[in-house]
């Protein structure tokens, strides 16, 4: 019996039985002591940590079998030893007090019934009670097999440093117990933590859960993958940017920014440093330049005079938002700033003014200076000499996939996703047919917004229109919303598998739909833009589309079949997910796809 008077007691029955008492008991006493009252939001890292470590433990037990199945094979003698001291260590309230300084106090049933379910957990606790409503639901129920009551506690005494020294010495006996894992279920559960954090990341909506996320991330205990950690600083980004009552400009939001170590920053950079190659409008609405002697991309961003004020403070928190994407997961290139209201030139409507948005281009390599690097669009290179091998395409997929999963995690769309915006770099020697070439980099971000906002009406382009969703086009379209980009990063996926055009994709579909209309036999040669000359049926292409998204029968249509002939099941069913991704909410959060896809094609790129 415990010095609260809490008892997990265990019966004599063999080693396994044994641990699996004391596995129960630890799971209760992870919940007493993370829902004792009085610690006040100070507390609130040390509460997410406990949150983190049951969780963990539950895993454990499920993957090792302590319940149902449990291996022989096991030294389960030194197993119900780990878990004796993680026990005590968590219910022998004498021994808090006296190792920790921490004092915890039955809570009187008068201040009981006073007690507040929302004090019982953290923003963190709540988040993953509703989007892991199984670990609850398990940690329920192994807590009323253990059939043991307890009474609730509070904090009478609560030291941050010394609560900090409890989770220290909790999280070693928690990884005592995952050597005795195998690797494959040490890799399961890492990735199921890493999952369930970069949900909890998505749903959140305070700076302060973000930060706390991060420091969990940041210690020993959680290897999630880097890419969680900074989801959650661009998250935090986008929450720090919001404009409210009090607050005026993004550069005041950016001087708020409770962000660690780092200060927002918004830079204006100046015409008078910048040298063009030519003072007209670019063809695409993408450029490369010098900006002080260095090379950099530009993309323009043209609209409409009477909503200059608000899409430019969306522009602004773009530019700071796309400067601090420093992961290795965020492939695309690094914003440096933007150029002020027809600060490159001006558009010949004079109903609008443009903006631009300035990346830079640093990569090694022998570049004579100033000389300007190379940008090649992928829809440029399908009819190119040089075919990619499979591992290599499966790599690009995977960059693309991972980039816009952290987009959304972030709670941003980029509306934009079809292959012209998928760029890679030549510098020097390092190019695309000798393979060497730098990315690929995802760009198009001239109307990417928060997932939140009002969204921004995109121009009718044909050549662009493919690559919509069929919900998202036309005079019924509905706003955008996260599975559109995805419909979008499933257009361009089954591009990669197939190394070939949507276009002529289209074509081909719309081709075996009417054998006897006007669509050449011979595909034409992807160049990324079609040529002026040629007639192209546009309707066609898009009821095309819509014929391919009919059935998910892979038999009644050969051009999604053929991507696991091409590039292998796990694209084609990357493919599949993204093209029928469904949800109703424009502002879903739910990542459940994306992370999937993402999973898809780590197998695709060794």
Not at 409 to 428: D, M, P, Q, Y
């Amino acid at each position: 019996m415990s010095a609260c008077g809490l008892e997990f007691g265990a019966g004599a029955a063999g080693p396994i039985s044994l641990s699996l008492s004391i596995f129960r008991g630890c799971i209760q006493a992870f919940d007493i002591v993370q829902s004792a009252a009085n610690v006040g939001r100070e507390a609130d890292n040390f509460r997410c940590k406990l949150e983190v470590e049951q969780y963990k433990l539950i895993q454990w037990g499920q993957r090792i079998g302590i319940e149902d199945n449990p291996s022989q094979q096991l030294n389960w003698n030194l197993i119900t030893e780990i878990l004796k001291q993680l026990e005590t260590l968590l219910s022998d309230t004498q021994n808090i007090r006296r190792r920790y300084r921490l004092e915890l106090v039955p809570l009187g049933s008068n201040a009981l019934a006073q007690e507040s379910d929302s004090t019982s957990s953290t923003g963190f606790g709540k988040l993953l009670s509703k989007l892991r409503p199984d670990f609850r639901h398990a940690s329920s129920r192994i807590i009323q097999d253990n059939n043991s009551t307890a009474k609730k506690l509070r904090w009478a005494v609560f030291d941050k440093a010394k609560a900090a020294k409890l989770i220290e010495d909790i999280v070693y006996f928690n990884n005592c117990l995952y050597v005795h894992l195998d690797s494959l279920n040490q890799d399961f559960v890492k990735a199921a933590l890493g999952s369930v954090l970069r949900d909890i990341i998505s749903h959140s909506n305070a700076t302060s859960e973000l930060e706390v996320i991060k420091q969990l991330l940041g210690s020993t205990s959680v290897a999630a993958p880097a890419a969680v950690a900074s989801a959650a600083t661009l998250k935090q980004i986008r929450l720090v940017l919001k404009l409210g009552p009090d607050i005026n400009s993004i550069g005041e939001a950016a001087q708020r920014a409770p962000l660690g170590n780092f200060k927002l920053t918004l830079r204006h950079l100046k015409p008078a440093l910048l040298r063009r190659e030519t003072s007209k409008p670019p063809s695409t609405g993408r450029e490369l330049a010098l900006y002080k002697f260095h090379p950099v991309m530009i993309e323009w961003k043209i609209i409409d005079q009477e909503l200059d004020t608000e899409l430019k403070i969306r522009i602004d928190q773009l530019a700071i938002l796309l400067g601090h994407t420093d992961d290795v997961s965020f492939h695309s290139l690094k914003c440096i700033g933007i150029l002020p209201k027809d600060g490159g030139y001006a558009p010949e409507d004079h109903g609008f003014v443009c903006y631009g948005l300035v990346f830079e281009m640093a990569f090694p390599g022998d570049l004579p200076e100033p000389s300007l690097p190379r940008i090649q669009p992928i829809s440029t290179l399908y009819d190119d000499v040089r075919k990619p091998s499979l591992n290599e395409r499966g790599r690009v997929a995977l960059a693309l996939a991972e980039t816009v999963l952290q987009l959304h995690t972030a709670g941003w769309l980029h509306k934009g996703i079809r292959s012209e915006n998928v760029l890679f770099v030549g510098v020097g020697e390092n190019e695309w047919r000798k393979g060497s070439a730098f990315g690929p980099y995802l760009a198009g971000y001239e109307y990417s917004r928060p997932s939140t906002a009002q969204t921004e009406i995109t121009p009718a382009i044909p050549e662009q229109e493919i690559y919509l969703h069929p919900r998202g086009q036309g005079l019924a379209r509905e706003n955008f919303r996260t599975s559109f980009d995805l419909f979008a990063l499933g257009c361009v996926l089954l591009e990669i598998g197939l190394w070939s055009s949507l276009e002529d994709i289209l074509r081909q579909v719309a081709s075996k739909s009417n054998p006897f209309q006007e669509f050449s036999s011979h595909p034409k040669k992807s160049t990324g833009k079609s040529k002026a000359s040629e007639k192209i049926d546009w309707a066609s292409l898009r009821f095309a589309k819509l014929q391919l998204l009919q059935n998910e029968d892979l038999g009644k249509r050969s051009e999604l079949a053929d991507i696991a002939f091409h590039a292998g099941e796990a694209l084609q069913k990357a493919v599949l997910l993204c093209l029928y991704a469904k949800d109703d909410d424009p502002h879903d959060e739910d990542l459940c796809v994306q992370k999937e896809v993402v999973d898809l094609l780590r197998q695709t790129s060794f």
